[in-house]
């Protein structure tokens, strides 16, 4: 189950340092990509941390998919299949966010099997 925590984590902000770094935001999008690495620090504030930025990565992906939305349906597009997959995909962020563990002073991950 770790291993399925951790591909997701992992995917999960490798996408949004994807899209960051389409963007521009080529700073963040390294941060991003190097975000996984605080699964290693046994520290609440390294949990804390990834549950944020994935929480705030989520947010982002409803952002854009509120903002290309807007943009395909004033342009008479098609945006059902982008809105399906931009949705899906902050669902996922959001999964990914739930399943960081957060190891508290002195207690145990009782997740960890």
């Known amino acids: 189950m770790r291993v399925?925590?951790?591909i997701l984590i992992v995917l999960a902000l490798a996408v949004l340092?994807?899209?960051f770094s389409r963007a521009g935001a080529n700073l963040l999008a390294g941060?991003?990509?190097?975000?996984p690495?605080?699964?290693?620090v046994r520290q609440p504030w390294a949990g804390w941390t990834l549950r944020v930025a994935l929480l705030?990565?989520?947010l982002e992906w409803v952002r854009?998919?509120?903002?290309?939305?807007?943009?395909?349906?004033a342009t008479g597009d098609d945006w059902t299949r982008?809105?399906?997959?931009l949705i899906a995909v902050a669902l996922l962020t959001f999964l990914a966010s739930w399943a960081v563990p957060v190891r508290g002073a002195g207690t145990q991950d009782s997740s960890s099997g």
Do not use: D
Not at 31 to 35: E, F, P, Q, R, S
Not at 64 to 73: A, N, S
Not at 82 to 85: G, K, Q, S, T
């Open 4 to 6: 399925l925590r951790t």
């Open 37 to 40: 690495l605080l699964l290693l």
């Open 31 to 35: 941060l991003l990509v190097l975000a």
């Open 56 to 58: 705030v990565g989520g």
């Open 17 to 19: 340092a994807a899209h």
């Open 64 to 73: 854009t998919v509120i903002r290309l939305v807007g943009e395909r349906r």
């Open 82 to 85: 982008l809105a399906v997959i």
